[in-house]
């Protein structure tokens, strides 16, 4: 655990997103988020819905391209080289779907060859993932046929079929019975004992509490403070992980109260 | 493996797959292609049947050259039957019991004989067309039995039997084209191969693009280590198949109903099938810019639209361009429009014209060449229009 491959594999520097809407004018997502995420750590982004998290992992993951500031994956400019970023990242969110009339071993197969695997070295890693993620009973029949954990399993083999460096979750568990659930979040202990680098975002706080080494807050866009768990509790004076959000966050403390 | 490739087969596996897509690229145009052979051979060939159905007759006195007439039209086939009277003739013409009623009278021979010319009124709804069809039958009949009269007149008075046409038109038909097809297969033939050109893509198109943004399989594959231009290609490729084998499937229809042989296609085919080997390659070379710029297009307004309701609505919107076009290539041939080269400048209606005169054996080079060449530019106009969208965040996101 805690292995170091390549120090601060994820890095912001002010990173910002503007988004242009004709009818509410300018909507900043992101504004300024800097913070880093090392190998063999979990980094939970921990924000209420809409606070920005998936804007700022779609950012990374060069699906968005910043307004401003910089970011660096596996020390690639997500600007300059997004491809090399690509390369060495894994995406995963339960809102993505998978090809209904494809199984899920031509899934894996697919993205396999997408990331340059091929021949014999992409067949063995689609069998070790079916085996890893134990989908060999559904492996060959359509996802379309699939349970929704059935589903998120061949997903969570999609993210990792490549073997990439950075992981990013974008509230992975929601949808997911407990049982599913748990699954998924000991799929991700796994990947950081691994060495992964991963980014997590969720609003789940016992998911935090469970999988985070270190948590970044985001309110309204902006990054609103950040640390481990205790220290974020120490520095608020808060007993549990959910208040010490809500007043790193600002929130009506006489909620808190 | 390239992943142009790689997209390329992931669509193609995904929509052979779809039943809606199968239906679009096969059942649909053969299915077409087929009911129009069914529909317009049964025409065809009840327009033959039409001559040989039953008139009715009603005469008061038979003589000899009543009798001759009558026997003549059986002779060809005609069944004709007697009835009473003019009354019960037009009851029941209107009852729709009986087509045509000839009021043969007192008989020809009472107005022959006296040197007056026989009228023969003939009654029947004029929007029976069958019944129009047996009256232009009995007209022919009646010309001839004329000629037969007046012939033995001008014989007695020693005039050249010639002369009784003194003036006509003579025919001689110019073969322009190597082979022949029915013109009304001419016609309607190419509307049907080029709109199925663009059905055959537009059932995939919403799916691909719009569909991957509304079910957020999109991200999954802009996170990958491809370039979207790329991706971009490799569906586009996949719609231009669909949209080709779209195309390939009706015109095998074509040739499949007329290696059939069936009684009631032999109107339709009585002049044979003008599209041979040469035609075939002609047509699918026409073809192939026309299905990258339909499959372009496509994509492009795919990718514009948030979900496959909007890239259905917008997709809908953009067939009409497609059909006015094709639809004026049923036409063409009525106009002077379809000898001139300029037709060939106008997409869609130009791989018409080209399909329209491979159908009769007509290969005009420079035309070929000019439907080639503008579906090509306008294939990479498309092509890059889709490709361009494709690099763009905002359209991209636009969910």
């Known amino acids: ?257 | 493996m390239n992943p142009v490739v790689t997209v390329f087969r992931k669509e193609m596996r995904e929509m052979l797959r779809d039943k809606r897509v199968r239906s679009a690229m096969f059942i649909g145009p053969i299915f077409s292609v087929a009911l129009m052979f069914i529909l317009f051979g049964l025409i065809f060939s009840s327009f033959s049947k039409a001559t040989k159905t039953t008139v009715h007759a009603i005469v008061r006195k038979h003589d000899a050259a009543t009798d001759a007439f009558i026997k003549g039209l059986e002779k060809g086939g005609m069944t004709v039957k007697e009835l009473p009277s003019v009354d019960a003739a037009t009851e029941q013409i209107k009852k729709g019991e009986v087509r045509l009623a000839l009021d043969f009278g007192d008989g020809m021979e009472t107005s022959l004989g006296s040197n007056q010319p026989f009228k023969l009124p003939a009654y029947f709804d004029p929007s029976e067309q069958k019944a129009q069809i047996a009256l232009s039958v009995i007209e022919k009949s009646m010309s001839a039995m004329n000629e037969v009269i007046v012939g033995k007149i001008f014989e007695e008075k020693q005039i050249d039997k010639a002369m009784l046409k003194p003036l006509s038109v003579e025919r001689k038909e110019v073969k322009v084209g190597d082979t022949n097809t029915n013109e009304f297969l001419v016609q309607l033939l190419p509307y049907l191969i080029v709109i199925w050109a663009f059905y055959g893509a537009m059932s995939s198109a919403s799916d691909m693009v719009a569909g991957e943004k509304e079910r957020q399989t999109l991200e999954t594959l802009l996170i990958s280590p491809v370039a979207r231009r790329q991706v971009a290609l490799g569906k586009l490729f996949a719609l231009a198949t669909a949209s080709f084998l779209a195309t390939a499937s009706s015109i095998a229809t074509i040739f499949v109903f007329y290696s059939l042989k069936l009684d009631f296609l032999k109107p339709l085919f009585e002049k044979g099938l003008g599209l041979n080997f040469t035609g075939v390659l002609v047509i699918l070379v026409a073809l192939v810019p026309t299905t990258m710029f339909f499959a372009s297009a496509l994509i492009a307004i795919s990718s514009y639209a948030r979900n496959t309701r909007e890239a259905q609505t917008y997709l809908a919107q953009g067939s009409i361009l497609v059909m006015l076009p094709a639809m004026f290539s049923q036409i063409i041939g009525f106009t002077d429009f379809a000898q001139s080269r300029t037709v060939y400048a106008i997409p869609i209606l130009n791989a018409a014209n080209v399909i329209r005169n491979a159908l009769i054996g007509k290969y005009d080079a420079v035309g070929i060449a000019m439907t080639v060449g503008i579906g090509a530019v306008l294939a990479l106009i498309a092509m890059a229009w889709s490709v361009r969208l494709f690099n763009r965040e905002t359209i991209l996101n636009r969910i």
Not at chain 1, 94 to 110: F, H, V
């Open chain 1, 1 to 257: 655990m805690n292995q170091r491959i390549n120090p601060r594999m994820v890095r912001t520097d002010s990173l910002s997103k503007l988004f242009v809407d004709p009818k509410r004018g300018d909507v900043k997502a992101v504004q300024n988020a800097t913070f880093e995420a090392q190998p063999g750590q979990i980094v939970g982004l921990l924000g209420k819905n809409g606070a920005g998290k998936s804007t700022l992992l779609r950012m990374l993951s060069t699906v968005l391209t910043p307004s401003s500031g910089k970011a660096w994956v596996s020390d690639f400019d997500i600007v300059a080289n997004p491809t090399e970023v690509r390369r060495s990242i894994g995406f995963m969110s339960t809102s993505t779907a998978l090809y209904g009339r494809m199984s899920p071993r031509e899934i894996l197969g697919y993205f396999g060859e997408l990331h340059g695997l091929q021949g014999a070295s992409l067949k063995a890693k689609v069998d070790e993932l079916i085996s890893r993620l134990d989908i060999g009973s559904y492996a060959d029949g359509l996802c379309d046929k699939l349970s929704t954990g059935q589903k998120q399993r061949v997903n969570i083999a999609r993210t990792l079929i490549h073997d990439p460096q950075v992981l990013f979750f974008d509230e992975p568990t929601s949808g997911l019975d407990v049982v599913m659930s748990q699954d998924v979040m000991r799929f991700v202990e796994e990947e950081r004992e691994r060495g992964k680098t991963i980014i997590y975002c969720t609003h789940i706080m016992s998911e935090v509490e469970r999988l985070c080494d270190h948590i970044v807050c985001i309110h309204d866009g902006e990054l609103k403070g950040q640390g481990s768990i205790e220290a974020l509790k120490a520095q608020t004076g808060e007993s549990s992980l959910e208040k010490a959000f809500l007043k790193v966050v600002g929130y009506n403390q006489e909620v808190l109260a």
